[in-house]
C-alpha cells in the first residue's frame, strides 16, 4: 500500500542550521576586527603620547648641550634612553639641520615597519628663551604594538574558534529536532491518527496523482467511497473507545481486503476510501467492494461485545464514469447516496442516470420550499381501529405534496429531501399544526375525542426548539395533550440514546403519547423498549403482510413483548380481513391499513366520523 508521501517543499531545519552558523561567523568575524582595530590605534597612541614625553622632557635637557655645542654630553643624554627598550632610535639635530648627536639601540637595526605598522617617529623643537637652538628626534619601535596584536589577536582567535564550535554543535542539535518536528508534522498532516491510515488531505493528494498516471499509461483506476452504517450507534451506545476500536477494525480490515497497489484513507468520521490502481476493468473493482461488504458483515469483537459494522458503499471508475478526480469523487458519492437510499448494507455503482435523479432531486427541493412557502402540501388522515371493538380510535397524519409538473409526490420521496435541505422543521410544524387543528375541529364537531399520531423525523426531533413547538401548537389548536401521539423510528432513537431519552421524558410530561414506528426494520434492540419512555409500538407492514399463512410466530412473538413491556401494539398495512382477523386474535391493540380506510383528505374524514357517531 502506498504510504502518505512527505512534502518535500522546503525544510525549515536545514535553513534554519547553515544560516545561523553564517550569521554567527560573520558577527564574530566583524566583532573580532573592529576590536583588533580598537586595540592597534589605542597602543599606537599610549605609545606615542609615551615617545612624545621623552622627547619633550630631553629637547629641555639637551637646550644647554647644543647651545655650548658639547655633541658628548649630548650623545651621553641621549644615551640615558638605554633603560627604555622601546626607543630605538634618538637624534638631536642643530639649526642647520645637521646631525649633532646620535643614538641608536645597541645591536637594533634601522626602524622599519613591523608588518603594516610603522615605526612611531617624534620631533620636539629644542628652545632656549625663544630661540630654537635644534630639534630632538625620537623613534619607538612599533614591536612591541605587534606582539600584543599578535596575542590579542590569537586570544580572539581562539574565542572565535570555541564559539563556531559551540554554536556548530547547539544548532546541529537544533536541527535535528526541527527535523524530528517536521517530520512528525508531516505525518499528522497526512495520517490519520486513531487508524494509522492515510487521512483526507493524502488521499486526495493520491487520488491525483493516481488519476494523472492512468491517463498517461491509458489505465483504470476504481473508487470505493466507504461509509459505516450503524458507526453512531456504537459511539453513543459502547462510548468513544469502542468507536475507535472498531475504525481501527476496520480499517484492518480493508487493508486486509485490498491489494498492495491500492490505497485506503480514512477520509471522515466514519467515512472510508479505498483508490484501486490499475484496474484491468470494472468488474475489479466491484468484485473488491462485494468483498469488503461481506468481510464487514462478520461480528466483530468490541471490548467483549460483538458488533457488526455494515456499509455502504459508492463506487465509481475513471475514465468511464468521470474524467477528473474531483468528478470520480462526486460520482462515487452520488452512487454511495443511492446505496444508503435503497436501504445501506450494499454497493452503489455509478451510472449516469444517477446525475439525473440528483438533479432532480435538487429540483424537488426547490418546488418543495416553493410548496412550503405556499401552501401546497397538504395533510390526509388514515383511521385506526380498536381491535377488540373495530371501532375507530384515532388517525395518522400523513403529508401529501401535489406537484404543479410531477403530479402526486409521496412523502417517501421528498421527506428525505426535506431532511436534507433542512425543511424538515417547517414542514414538520406545518403538519403538526394542522393535524392538530384539524383533529381538534373534528372532535369538537363531530363530538368524538379521536387522537392523531403525527411522524416525527430525526432531524425535526434533534431541534432544540421542538419541545417548545409542540407546546405552543397544542396550545394554539386547543387539542389536549393526550390526544397527540408522536411516531419516531428506531434510527431517530439510536442517534443519540442519552439525548433522546431526555427529549421524550420532556415530551410525555406534556402528556403527549410516544410511539415506535416500523417497528422491526431497524435495530429492533429488546434493551430500548426498556430504556425508552414509550407508550407504543407500531408494528411495520412486513410483519403483517405474510400474515396468516407465514409469520405468525414473529408477529405473536413481538405482540408479547411488547405487551409484557405494557406497551400498546398498532398493526400497519392491514390489508385482508384474514390479516385483521389473525391480529384480533392475537391480542393486538390496534389495526391501521387499507382494509379499514386509506389516508384521506379531512373533509372525507369529516363524513366517516358523521357517519359513525349518527
Ligand atoms: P409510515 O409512518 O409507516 O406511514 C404509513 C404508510 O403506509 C403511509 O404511506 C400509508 O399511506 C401507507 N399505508 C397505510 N396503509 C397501508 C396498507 O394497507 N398497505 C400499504 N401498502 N401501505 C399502507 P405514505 O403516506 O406514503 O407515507 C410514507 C412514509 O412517509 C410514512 O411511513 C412516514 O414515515 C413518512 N411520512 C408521512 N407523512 C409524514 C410527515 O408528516 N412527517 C414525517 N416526518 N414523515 C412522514
Ligand atoms: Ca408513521
Ligand atoms: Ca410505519
Known sequence: MTRPRTPRKFHLSKMLG??????????????????????????RQTLTADVTVHAAIMADNIAASLMFRDSEAATEMLRSFRP???????????????????????????????????????????????????????VADTSGIRDSLWRYGTLLGLAFLGALVTSGLVSRKMRSRMARAERE???????????????????????????????????KVGLLLIDLDNFKVVNDT??????????????????????????????????FVVIAGPLHGSDELHVLAERIIAA?????????????????????????DADSAPELVSNADTALYDAKDAGRNRLGQFRREMIVAAQRRAQLERDLRRALEHGALD?????????????????????????????????????????QSGLIGELGR??????CVDIHALGEYTGLPLTVAVNVSARQFREDEFLQVVQDILARSG?????????????????????????????????????IDDFGTGYSSLSYLQSFPIDQLKLDRSFVRPLPAGGATLASAVIALAHGFNLAVVAEGVETPEQLAWLQAAGCDVAQGYLLGRPMPIDALREQVAAVVV
Open 18 to 43: 547553515t544560516g545561523q552558523l553564517t550569521t554567527a561567523v560573520a558577527a564574530l568575524g566583524v566583532a573580532g576586527f573592529i576590536l583588533l582595530g580598537y586595540q592597534f590605534i589605542s597602543l
Open 296 to 320: 464487514l458483515q462478520q461480528p466483530l469483537q468490541l471490548d467483549g461485545l460483538e458488533f457488526v459494522a455494515t456499509a455502504s458503499i459508492g463506487s465509481a471508475v475513471f475514465p468511464d
Open 430 to 435: 406545518f403538519v403538526l399544526e394542522r393535524a
Open 238 to 271: 459502547a462510548g468513544h473507545d469502542a468507536g475507535d476500536h472498531l475504525l481501527r477494525l476496520v480499517a484492518g480490515l480493508l487493508r486486509d481486503q485490498t491489494r498492495e497497489t491500492d490505497l485506503v484513507a480514512r477520509i471522515g468520521g466514519d467515512e
Open 479 to 515: 387539542l389536549p395533550a393526550e390526544r397527540l401521539e408522536l411516531e419516531l423510528t428506531e434510527s431517530v432513537l439510536m442517534d443519540d440514546v442519552t439525548r433522546a431519552v431526555d427529549f421524550m421524558h420532556a415530551i410525555r410530561r406534556l402528556g403527549v403519547r410516544m410511539s
Open 379 to 419: 395533510v390526509f388522515y388514515q383511521p385506526q381501529f380498536d381491535c377488540p371493538s373495530r371501532t375507530l380510535v384515532g388517525v395518522e397524519a400523513l403529508v401529501r405534496w401535489k406537484h404543479p409538473e410531477h403530479g402526486y409526490i409521496g412523502p417517501d420521496e421528498f421527506i428525505p429531501i426535506a431532511e
Open 84 to 138: 627604555a627598550p622601546f626607543l630605538q632610535e634618538a637624534a638631536v639635530f642643530d639649526r642647520g639641520g645637521k646631525i649633532f648627536a646620535w643614538y641608536r639601540r645597541d645591536g637594533a637595526a634601522a626602524p622599519r615597519s613591523q608588518f603594516w605598522i610603522e615605526p612611531v617617529a617624534v620631533t620636539r623643537p629644542v628652545v632656549y628663551r625663544g630661540t630654537e637652538l635644534g630639534q630632538v628626534r625620537l
Open 185 to 219: 508534522l508531516a505525518y499528522l498532516a497526512y495520517t490519520d491518527p486513531v487508524t494509522d491510515l492515510p487521512n483526507r488531505r493524502a488521499g486526495h493528494e493520491a487520488l491525483d496523482t493516481m488519476i494523472e498516471r492512468a491517463r498517461i499509461k491509458g489505465e
